[in-house]
């Protein structure tokens, strides 16, 4: 199996991975495959920085989907079959949005203009990643799309996505929600602050931002919102459903560092026992090694006495007083090279048997426009992608 079979075969292809890997170029580079191959592909992305908006040559992309323009393709010299569209997650217009499809219109207002509201709206740890999947069924469900690819948040953990789900059940937990109805002052504030830890890390952080009358607020909140929250749990269930479908594949985005690596292979074996298996992974900004190439000889790498006699032979060769400096500064990026190899190929032997992965290498400038994008392909899905 190959990155282009799974891609090929999957409806719904999320990448995840630690901050900062290129969880997004990565997202928006397999949606352009899709569209390029001839699919109905949209990306959902998750980039606070805005970087995919530059990523697609759309100065801004609203909270709705955009189709990318074919005069856009066609100024980067790309001919799609398909076609492609994006879209920006923004966290507080998507509950909103909820709000508005859900919550009954007596109450919308009062939810809209709740300070408990727009607090969990904007902070609540999870409702990022929560949205983000809420998204994601409603484009899955609207069948517009027959690749939908989806970026992750930049969390240090990419586990959060994963969990998101269960976690905002747990959080709208209907015993929870009773707490909060019950009228405030009978249950008293430290009883509150007690029960639940994300429930009181929330309260603590309200206390402090508004003070002892968000109490009244918050159980205003959730009277009004008990009709969206009745239906909660069948969308919970309905994500998690998607998500394990047959048809979505965990992309896994990861560099070469020891760290990083060690975060992928965490994620992995957390993938497993969430029944959300990986089933790719891109090992992004890899420095390749230098390999002669010399006929008749088993080994394809060239040992530390071959590098110095390489270095020599620059130095020979340029004649300059930098030869020397240009030689160590090949011989280090040689042993950066050497020592990524043989961390992803101890990554490789933990991964489960079968799982395509693909070495993109660290290109000299940022990955951010349609036609970069898709110089990544040839890396992502082989030399047949570079036409
Ligand atoms: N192979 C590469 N070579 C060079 N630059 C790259 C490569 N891949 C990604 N980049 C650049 O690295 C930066 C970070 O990439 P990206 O935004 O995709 O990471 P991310 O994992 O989505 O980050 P975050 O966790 O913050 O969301 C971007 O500026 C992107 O253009
Ligand atoms: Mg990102």
Partial sequence: MTLGDLVARHQIVISAGSGGVGKTTVAASLALWGALEGRRAVVLTIDPARRLASSLGLASLGSGERDIPAEHFRAQGLAPKGTLAAMMLDQKGAWDALVERHAPPEARDRILTNRFYQHLSQSFAGSYEYMAIEQ??????????????????????????????RRIADFLDRKIIKWF????????????RAMNRTAGFLLRRLEQATGIAALAEISDFFSNMSGLFENFQTRIDRAHEILRAPGTAFVLVSSPEEQVLGDAEYLSSKMAALRMPLKGVVLNRVHAEFRPARRGRGRDEIGPEEVEQVADLVAQIVGAPEARELAANFVDYQALARGESLRI????????????????????????????????HAHLFGVRAAA
Avoid: K
């Fill in 136 to 165: 994601l069924c409603a484009l899955a469900e609207s069948g517009r799309y027959d690749l939908i690819v989806v970026d992750t948040p930049p969390t240090r953990h990419a586990l959060d996505f994963l969990e998101a789900p």
């Fill in 181 to 192: 109805v019950r009228p405030y002052f009978s249950a008293g504030w430290s009883a509150l």
């Fill in 345 to 376: 190929e101890q990554f490789r032997a933990g991964l489960p048997r079968g799982v395509p992965v693909v070495h993109v290498p660290n290109f000299a400038r940022d990955v951010h426009d349609l036609a970069s994008l898709a110089g990544m």
